[in-house]
Antibody
Framework: EVQLVESGGGLVQPGGSLRLSCSASGFTFRSHSVYWVRQSPGKGLEYVSGINGRQNVINYADSVKGRFTISRDNSKNTLFLQMSSLRAEDTAIYYC??????????????????WGQGALVTVSS | DIQMTQSPSTLSASVGDTITITCRASQSISNCLAWHQQKPGEAPKVLIFQASNLESGVPSRFSGSGYGTEFTLTISSLQPDDFATYYCQQYSSYLRTFGQGTKVEI
């Protein structure tokens, strides 16, 4: 059974930093792209970032580019999101997701097939 | 960015009804369209991918259709467990985008 379990959320002051983790199991982690999507009451569901298995394809939404860094440790089946220069508008539940297909199945932009349970990040003074 | 627009935003229905939710893309996305269901306090879950393919374990009363810019999600014989919020989402580009959601309420 695929499981994605986020951790590391919490309350942080504006301008601060936080690192989210997503522990994955039930699939060959190194073979799949994984992603972060966030949900806030004001902006709905918003794509944040994605990374492929070999870590040579990485992308970000413009709203977080230059402030957030996605990475992964394939030896520990873990995805990370390092967030810095946090703003009030970054307040959201952050979900970890995996691609349906492996990176070797020649699909440019695969659909998601599993969501984690989410981690709440609150940016407030 | 590809904009996704859902209608209606809220839909009132009864158990046993058949309902349809529409999703429109601001440009053609082929069949790169997924539907997600979210219940209060829970993470979303994938219902449909590739516009019409049901995720494993999803009841057959759910169906999806469409291509290009117009898509629909139909739920036949609505069950109590189906009252939730539904989101469409395109994956035609790296910047996946979601519709604003349709809340299906009793």
């Amino acid at each position: 059974e695929v499981q994605l379990v986020e951790s590391g959320g919490g309350l942080v002051q504006p301008g601060g930093s936080l690192r989210l983790s997503c522990s994955a199991s039930g699939f060959t982690f190194r073979s799949h792209s994984v992603y972060w999507v966030r949900q806030s009451p004001g902006k709905g569901l918003e794509y944040v970032s994605g990374i492929n298995g070999r870590q040579n394809v990485i992308n970000y939404a413009d709203s977080v580019k230059g402030r957030f860094t996605i990475s992964r440790d394939n030896s520990k089946n873990t995805l990370f999101l390092q967030m810095s220069s946090l703003r009030a508008e970054d307040t959201a539940i952050y979900y970890c997701l995996k691609a349906r297909y492996t990176d070797y199945e020649s699909v440019d932009y695969p659909p998601f097939d599993h969501w984690g349970q989410g981690a709440l990040v609150t940016v407030s003074s | 960015d590809i904009q996704m627009t859902q209608s209606p935003s809220t839909l009132s229905a009864s158990v046993g009804d058949t309902i349809t939710i529409t999703c429109r893309a601001s440009q053609s996305i082929s069949n790169c369209l997924a539907w997600h269901q979210q219940k209060p306090g829970e993470a979303p879950k994938v219902l449909i991918f590739q516009a019409s393919n049901l995720e494993s374990g999803v009841p057959s009363r759910f169906s999806g259709s469409g291509y290009g810019t117009e898509f629909t999600l139909t739920i036949s014989s609505l069950q109590p467990d189906d009252f939730a919020t539904y989101y469409c989402q395109q994956y035609s580009s790296y910047l996946r985008t979601f519709g604003q959601g349709t809340k299906v309420e009793i």
